[in-house]
C-alpha cells in the first residue's frame, strides 16, 4: 500500500474514532440517494403513465443500490451498479438515452471517486463503451491517471476487456428527434441519421425531454462509514467541438471525502466547473460547519447568482442526505437502512 492509501486510510480510522457514541447510533447502518438529471419537469408535460415509468424506474435503481450495501457491498459496488442500470435505460441522458452531438454522435462522460481514499477516475468523449462508469472506476484503479478521453479512453477499456458496443447501440429515436428540433432551431445543419440505427421512426416516448441538464448520478456510504460518489452523462443536445461539461471534472460534477460528504451534481456544466459545485459543498461542511442542507443551498444560491442551473445531491458523515435544485424538477430517489424508499421528480414536493 502506497504512503497516501496508508494517510488515507488513517484519516479515515481517525473519523471513526472521533465520532461520538451518539453520533454513531445516530448514522444508519448504509445510505444511498440518487438523481436522474434536472430540468423543467412540469407536471402537466408529464403523462401520468411517463411519470409512473420514471418513478418505477427510480426506486429500482435505488433498490438495487441498497441492496448492494444491505449484503455488507462498497459503496463504490454501490454507485457502480446503480449508475450501469441508469446507463442502461433510454429513460435517462446518460448510456442508451445519451442526448446526440450536432455531429449525430454520442459522447459519453462518466466520473467517480472513492471518499474513503480520495482517488478518482473520469473519462470523457466515449464512444463505444457500454458503461462509461466502470471505465472511469477502472482509471481510478488500474491506471496512473484521473483522466482519460476519446479514442485513448476507449483503447484503455479493451486492456480492461470492458464491453465493447457499436455506437448504433446508445441510439434512441426521442433523442435524434430532439437533436434535429434544436438545429433547426440554430439553423445548423441536420447530420445523416447514423449508421446502423432503425431506418424506421419509432414513436418517441412521449413526454417531457427537456434533458439539456440530463445526467445520472450516485452518492452512497456504505456499512464502514465509506463515502463514495459517481456520475454520468450524454452531455447537452447539439453540442459542438468537443464540449466536455462537468459531470467528469473532479470537485465540480463529482466529490466524496469520507469524514465530511459527497457529492454528484447536474446542470449547466460551465457553470458548476466554475463554481467547482461538488467540493464547494463538502468545503462548506468541513470548513464552516454548515450542515449539508445549508451547505447544498448556499451553493445552489451562489450558482443560481451567476446565472447557472440544475441541481445536486449530497450527502454527510452520518448518512444524511440533501437534495437542492433552481430548477422545477428533478429525477431522484433515497433510501435508508431502516427506512422505506422515497422517490420523488418536482421541485415542490415535500420532504419525508
Known sequence: ??????????????????????????????????????GVIERAQLSPDVEAQYRASLENAVRAGGDVLDRGGSSLDAVEAVIQRMED?????????AVFTADGRNELDASIMDGRTRAAGAVAGVTRTRHPISLA???????????????????????????????????????????EQTLRERNLPIPQRPQGAPAQRDAALEGVD??????????????????????????????????????????????????????????TGEYFIRLSVARSICARIELDGANVQQAVDVVIGELQEIGGDGGVIAMDRRGRIAYGMNTSGMYRARWRAGEAPVVQIFADEPAR
Request: proline letters at 4%; glycine letters at 12%.
Open 89 to 97: 435505460d433510454p429513460l435517462y441522458n446518460a448510456g442508451r438515452g
Open 210 to 267: 427537456d434533458h439539456r441538464f440530463g445526467t445520472v448520478g450516485v452518492v452512497a456510504m456504505d456499512m464502514r462509514g465509506d463515502i463514495a460518489a459517481g456520475t454520468s452523462t450524454g452531455g447537452t443536445t447539439a453540442k459542438r467541438w468537443g464540449r466536455v461539461g462537468d459531470t467528469p471534472v473532479i470537485g465540480a460534477g463529482t466529490y466524496a471525502q469520507n469524514g465530511v460528504c459527497g457529492v454528484s451534481a447536474t446542470g
Open 1 to 38: 500500500m502506497s504512503k497516501r492509501s496508508l494517510a488515507a486510510l488513517a484519516l479515515s480510522c481517525l473519523f471513526v474514532a472521533l465520532a461520538s457514541p451518539a453520533e454513531a447510533r445516530e448514522r444508519p447502518r448504509w445510505s444511498i440517494v440518487l438523481h436522474g438529471g434536472a
Open 137 to 179: 472506476r477502472r482509471v481510478m484503479e488500474a491506471s496512473p491517471h484521473v483522466m482519460l478521453i476519446g479514442e485513448g479512453a476507449e483503447a484503455f477499456a479493451r486492456t480492461q476487456n470492458l464491453e465493447e458496443v457499436d455506437p448504433s447501440f446508445f441510439f434512441t429515436e426521442r433523442r435524434w428527434r430532439a437533436l
